[in-house]
């Protein structure tokens, strides 16, 4: 049976899941068929321009007919337009895939996961934390699960970009508090929330985060409109840090920014333990820094080996795999606990975790004082 896949966003993540979806059938023979059947968006002349370089049966502009019509539903538009038609889907009993962060408020990502709640755990609802399906972050979850870094003492996670830190790099929906909620911490702090509960959330790590102080700073407070003399207000945060107090004793600082000079894409995860430590790096992201009990210093690791979860489904070891192949392995993913209705994570009740974390470093910041997760 082919599974329909109907997509809401046709630019970045709508190229970055439809190139996951293509490369299935070639390098993931047993995930389900399916078929790129509409792609939905609001102009017309770009959605049809889009369909066709995405490889898409049809296009629409209204996402409230295709959302009970397809047999999966991926959303993956501006953080504003998350909620609505994934609730909808959900409510067809339609699997949803809904992009990061899971919405641009809490209340918005609680409404999110109570219709997660209310489809049932036969349909999932998967949120697209693509960095949890990196090899090395895999392997890293291996070390942590097997003790090998023994108890957690340091937690540090840090995602690092340069972008806007010309202040003429034009306004866009993610420097708006409507449309995306947060900057630098919803965009870029999800996924290292995220990776942080996923590595040493379980209760025989780090434990839950127990309670968070934050930090949110905003350089440039407008910017210009492209093609026009307008400028517009930069209403969310360029950058935070945080400070995380974890139930089992374990500290954690976390930070993103969007004026890392110096950093184009840097995702950082580093763990220290009473028998070992790792270090991951994005921008290495075939490879793994371990130090296990009685080693001298750091060894790397090439995580693309026998050790890859993945590595069978594309080159021999060694053959490094890219940023493009971790969408490629979540969609694997995905469909499958789709098409056998299993449960899938991250799901929607892992992006309402992470935005109740996101939720509490804002409020530490609006007052001044360490916050608990709601
Ligand atoms: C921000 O520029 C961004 O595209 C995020 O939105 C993505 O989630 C991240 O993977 C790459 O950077």
Redesign the pocket.
Known sequence: MTLEVGVLGYR?MGKAHANAMARLPMFFPDAPDIERSVLVGRDEEALSDAADRLGFESIATDWESVVDDVDVFYNLGPNHVHAEPSIAALEAGTPTFC??PLAPTLEGAEKMAEAAREAGSDVPAGCAF??RFVPAIQYAKNLLEGGELGEIHHVRGRYL?D?LVDPDAPWSW?NDEELAGSGALG??GA?TVDLVRFLVGDDDLAGGIEEVSGHLRTFVDKRPVEGSDETRPVTVDDAYSAQLAFENGAMGTLEASRFATGHK?DHTIEIQGSKGSLRFSLERLNELEVLREGDRGYQTVLVTDEDDPYVDHWWPPGHVVGWEHTFVHENYEFLRAVSEGTGFEPSFEDGLAAQRVLAAIEESDDRGEWVSPP
């Open positions: 970045f992009e990061k693509n960095y970009q972008w993610r965009d870029l996924h894409n």
